[in-house]
C-alpha cells in the first residue's frame, strides 16, 4: 500500500501538481499566508462557526428545537475526535508517504511533516466539524462544510497531501458524523434537555432573550358603577 499513487501519469499526482504548482507562481506573502491557514487558521474558523452556531441555535425556535440543536453541536467536536481515532489505523495500515518523499519539485509550504499521508487529519476533522455542525443547523452547517473544502485544497496546495488524502478525509469525517449521529443524538438530548431545566446552566441551551418577557398576571375588570340618580335604583333592581 506504501506506492500507492506513486507512478508519474497517476491524476491523482497530476493534480497534485497543478494545485501545488499555483504556490510556485503566488507571491511568497501568499504562499505564507495558505501555510498558516491550511495548518491553523481553517481550524481556527471552525471554531468560531461552532460557537456562531451555538450563540445562534439559542435564540431560535422552540425550547424542543434549541435541545435538539445544541445536542448536535455537541456532536460536531465528538464526532471530529472520533474520526481522527479511526484514522489512526487507517494511516498505520496504508503506510503512504508524503508527496514530497516521492515526487521531486513540490512547493512545500510547512516544514515537520513526517507522519504518513492518507488520509489527512485536517480534512478529516474539519469536514466532521462541518457535517457535525449541519446536523445541529443547515444554513450555518453550510458555511462549515465550505470551510472544510477550502482546508482540503489548502492541504494539497500546500504540498503535505495528495488530493485522494483529501477525498478520503472528507469522506471518513462525513460518515462518523451522520452514520453515528442517531445513537450520538439519542444519548446527547435527554442531556442537554436536563442542563435546559437546570439553574443558570440553562443558559447553555437557551437564552433568556428567547423565551420573551412574562405574560403579565390577568386582572380581573370590574364592572362599571352607575352615576347619578339612577345609580341607588340600578343597585335596588340587582337585589330584588
Not at 145 to 151: H, K, N, Q
Request: hydrophobic share 50%; with cysteine.
Amino acid at each position: 500500500m506504501a506506492g500507492l499513487a506513486s507512478d508519474g501519469a497517476n491524476p491523482d499526482v497530476s493534480l497534485l501538481y497543478d494545485i501545488n504548482g499555483l504556490a510556485k507562481d503566488a507571491p511568497a506573502w501568499f504562499d505564507r499566508v495558505m501555510g498558516f491557514v491550511g495548518e491553523y487558521g481553517i481550524m481556527l474558523g471552525m471554531v468560531l462557526v461552532v460557537l456562531w452556531c451555538w450563540w445562534s441555535v439559542r435564540r431560535e425556535g422552540t425550547l424542543a428545537d434549541s435541545v435538539s440543536a445544541v445536542a448536535g453541536l455537541v456532536w460536531a467536536p465528538l464526532a471530529a475526535g472520533i474520526a481522527l481515532l479511526v484514522n489512526i489505523p487507517i494511516r498505520g495500515f496504508v503506510e503512504r508517504p508524503r508527496p514530497f518523499k516521492d515526487h521531486q519539485g513540490l512547493e512545500v509550504l510547512v516544514d515537520g511533516k513526517t507522519d504518513f499521508s492518507f488520509v489527512s487529519d485536517h480534512a478529516t476533522l474539519a469536514m466532521a466539524l462541518g457535517v457535525g455542525v449541519f446536523v445541529a443547523h443547515r444554513r450555518i452547517g453550510l458555511v462549515a462544510i465550505g470551510l472544510a473544502l477550502v482546508e482540503g485544497f489548502a492541504r494539497v496546495y500546500m504540498g503535505v497531501h495528495y488530493p485522494t488524502d483529501v477525498i478520503g478525509g472528507f469522506a471518513l469525517g462525513t460518515a462518523v458524523a451522520l452514520l453515528l449521529a442517531p445513537v450520538a443524538l439519542a444519548l446527547l438530548t435527554p442531556v442537554v434537555s436536563a442542563v435546559a431545566r437546570s439553574g443558570r446552566a440553562a443558559r447553555l441551551v437557551r437564552s433568556r432573550s428567547a423565551e420573551g418577557p412574562r405574560r403579565p398576571e390577568t386582572v380581573g375588570i370590574p364592572e362599571p358603577r352607575l352615576a347619578g340618580p339612577n345609580a341607588g335604583a340600578g343597585r335596588n333592581d340587582l337585589a330584588a
